[in-house]
Every structure is written in structure tokens, then in C-alpha cells.
Nanobody, 127 residues
Framework: QLQLVESGGGSAQPGGSLRLSCTTS????????IGWFRQAPGKEREGVSC????????KYVDSVKGRFTISRDNAKNTVYLQMNSLKPEDTAVYTC????????????????????WGKGTLVTVSS
């Protein structure tokens, strides 16, 4: 039973911070890249960030660079997304995903190529 479970979502004011966690089980966590995706109301799902299996390679979508930080703790089978300087446009359901690959390639981060998803956690940024 492969599982990815997000937590840490909620409400924040513009400029505020939240830290999301993705706790996993049922697979060899240290062998796979993990991605964070989000889907805003009326928008397509987009890749936000990705971290390779070892944590040695990291990618971010341009809109969150300098504000979000992804990390992983392979001993705890957990990946994190620290979100700072939040903006209203960050409002979305955030979902973590087990990718097919070891590395964060564009192909691996294509939503159509993602084999396993968590259920998501809602982040709302408003004043």
C-alpha cells in the first residue's frame, strides 16, 4: 500500500509562511524523486518543485523561486515544502507525488507521467 500524505496546509496572510510535509510509506523512498504540484481554482495542475532521490538536485517553477524551499529526510521518508513570502496567487491544493525517476527531469514532472499522488492539502493565502 503505497501512500503519500500531505499535511501542513491552511490559511496564511500575504507575506506569511507555511511548511508542508509529505509523509510516505510503501515504497523505497530513497530511490525516487518527489515532486510538489499545485492546482488553483480554474487552473491546470502545475509542477511547483522537485527534489531528486538523494536531495542533490532541486528544481522550482519560476514563480516560487526564492520563496519556497524543498527538502527531504530519507530517514523519515518525508519531503517538505517551506513556503515563505506567500502571495494570494499561491492559493491552491498542494499535492506531493512519487515520480517515476530518480532525477527531476521535465518528463518526470509532467503530471501525465506521475504514477502516484497524494490527496492534497489546501493552502489559502488571503488578507
Amino acid at each position: 500500500q503505497l501512500q503519500l500524505v500531505e499535511s501542513g496546509g491552511g490559511s496564511a496572510q500575504p507575506g506569511g509562511s507555511l511548511r508542508l510535509s509529505c509523509t510516505t510509506s510503501g515504497f523505497a523512498f530513497n530511490l525516487y524523486a518527489i515532486g510538489w504540484f499545485r492546482q488553483a481554482p480554474g487552473k491546470e495542475r502545475e509542477g511547483v518543485s522537485c527534489i531528486s532521490s538523494t536531495g542533490g538536485s532541486i528544481k522550482y517553477v519560476d514563480s516560487v523561486k526564492g520563496r519556497f524551499t524543498i527538502s527531504r529526510d530519507n530517514a523519515k521518508n518525508t519531503v517538505y515544502l517551506q513556503m515563505n513570502s506567500l502571495k494570494p496567487e499561491d492559493t491552491a491544493v498542494y499535492t506531493c507525488a512519487k515520480l517515476r525517476a530518480v532525477l527531476c527531469t521535465d518528463q518526470a514532472m509532467s503530471p501525465r507521467d506521475v504514477p502516484y499522488w497524494g490527496k492534497g492539502t489546501l493552502v489559502t493565502v488571503s488578507s
